[in-house]
């Protein structure tokens, strides 16, 4: 069973375990930089950015999430798509750059305009997670304004990208930890899963 | 109730705060600071607990000028209270777009007897409760967090620790009860039996649990934390210190690491005095806030 690390600083980091738990992997829940070792991959839960960025920054880790991104998977919901966007505006603030997207914060508005909405996902969701509707709760949700050339889109919400792929990385804009629907976990785990077997 | 997508996404919000600081604030210049400092919210006030205390009169919403000052000063969510009771500083409230509201004892009671209807929002409440009766008869309401009332403003962690104590006693009694006493129990706690069957059945509270009322210190952030708080209200605590903006650092490092004794030496080594406390034991009824609320 793969050892996928749970960024626990701050924010919904138990409900991205129980799902990494229901999806087949083993979380650990990470604080310190340490704990980062032995690790398969990482997810950023949801949460506040600017708290998260002020924690890592203390403790030293933002490069050590860098490095490890460069070698590992991490899947970021929300704040965590937030931290690992190539740039984020509204307002502009540090970021891991471990995908190429550009992330507005906030960008529906207030809480006020948060909402529960069920999405088609794009084919090659389907083809690879499975097919039907995808149930995704939007908290103060950041908007993706920009993708790269090597980002695929596996989701959209009124034309923009809700749920994307780069490389080895996943983000969400939404909370797939917060719907009882464990498709975006499994198929992150799946792909840790394939991953370590190709490197090991 | 908890399945409907109005109050996931109420409660949604409150999850997205646990493991953080919401910090109360009375102007944009220290909400800037609290943002810096790693809080999750901040709370738009006119004046703190400890001021309102000291100064006495009523106490009610803030001017709305200073919250919306506040709302575009900082990214992170801002929340403002109202009086119990009064749905329609709610009102005005959730016209604004605050992103939580508080309905507080902290302010002067609108209405001895009847809480908001919370559930007639769109916007989400916190409540404050001192155990699982007055908790659940909140989140029957519409509540989507529940924080303790502690003692506000007082800087004395004593009430926030009790109030949290009898909550968590209270789960675990629910926990090994029997169904025909969980029927007797309801009617003791004064809470819906369909409530106190969820709340058996899953041993917490059906919303986040978050703690508040005279917590000072990051000593304090950690101790409510280890008895079951999943954040932290900081009121007059760190605005009332001497050296606010470490002490947010401070608080903010201890709600994180409240397991890790070493990290909270690393957190209260630079701090310097606190607020100045009250003794809660010798405080009349009558200047209790807590006691506010029903």
């Known amino acids: 069973m793969r050892r996928v690390g749970v960024l626990a600083l701050q924010g919904d980091f138990e409900a991205h375990g129980k799902a990494l738990e229901q999806a087949g992997a083993r979380p650990v829940m990470v604080r310190r930089v340490t704990e980062l070792d032995g690790l398969d991959a990482l997810v950023i839960p949801g949460g506040e950015s600017t708290t998260m960025l002020r924690l890592l920054e203390d403790e030293g880790m933002f490069e050590a999430l860098r490095v490890f991104g460069r070698q590992r998977p991490i899947l970021g919901t929300c704040a965590g798509a937030i931290l690992l966007a190539g740039e984020v505006t509204n307002p502009p603030q540090p970021s891991l750059g471990l995908m190429d997207i550009v992330v507005e914060r906030n960008a529906y508005g207030r809480q006020l305009e948060s909402r529960v909405v069920r999405l088609e996902p794009e084919p090659e969701f389907a083809r690879a997670a499975g097919e039907g509707e995808l149930e995704a709760v939007f908290i103060r949700a950041p908007i993706i304004r920009r993708t790269g050339p090597n980002v695929r889109v596996y989701a959209r919400y009124l034309g923009d990208p809700v749920l994307v792929a780069e490389g080895r990385h996943m983000a969400a804009t939404f909370h797939p930890e917060l719907s009882a629907d464990r498709r975006v976990h499994r198929l992150f785990v799946e792909q840790v899963e394939r991953g370590a077997a190709t490197a090991g | ?294």
């Not at chain 2, 738009?44 to 100064?55: F, H, N, Q, S, W």
């Open chain 2, 1 to 294: 109730m908890f399945l409907d997508d109005a109050f996931r996404v109420k409660v949604g919000l409150a999850e997205m705060l646990k493991g953080g600081v919401i910090m109360d604030v009375t102007n944009a210049e220290q909400a800037r600071i609290a943002e810096k400092a790693g809080a999750v919210a901040v709370m738009a006030l006119e004046r703190v607990p400890a001021d309102i205390r000291r100064e006495g009169g009523v106490a009610r919403m803030a001017p709305i000028r200073k919250i919306r000052e506040i709302m575009e000063a900082v990214s992170i969510p801002v929340m403002a209270k109202c009086r119990i009771g009064h749905f329609m500083e709610a009102r005005i409230l959730e016209a604004l777009g605050v992103d939580y509201i508080d309905e507080s004892e902290v302010l002067t009671p609108a209405d001895e007897e009847h809480h908001v209807d919370k559930r007639a929002f769109k916007v989400p409440f916190v409540c404050g409760a001192r155990n699982l009766g007055e908790a659940l008869r909140r989140i029957a309401e519409g509540a989507a967090m529940i924080r303790t009332k502690g003692e506000a403003g007082s800087g004395n962690v004593v009430e926030a620790v009790r109030h949290m104590r009898a909550i968590q006693r209270e789960i675990r009694q629910l926990t090994v009860m029997g169904k025909e006493e969980l029927a007797a129990e309801a009617k003791r706690l004064g809470a819906p039996l369909e409530l106190v069957e969820w709340v058996a059945e899953h041993g917490r509270l059906p919303v986040p649990n978050f703690s508040a009322g005279g917590i000072a210190t990051p000593a304090d952030a950690a101790l409510v934390m280890q008895l079951g708080a999943e954040a932290v209200f900081v009121g007059s605590g760190i605005f009332k210190s001497e050296d606010p903006e470490a002490r947010a650092r401070a608080i903010v490092k201890a709600v994180t690491y409240y397991n890790d004794p070493q990290k909270l030496l690393e957190a209260s080594e630079e701090l310097g005095m606190g607020m100045p406390g009250l003794d809660v034991a010798h405080l009349p009824e009558s200047q209790r806030l807590a006691v506010r609320g029903w």
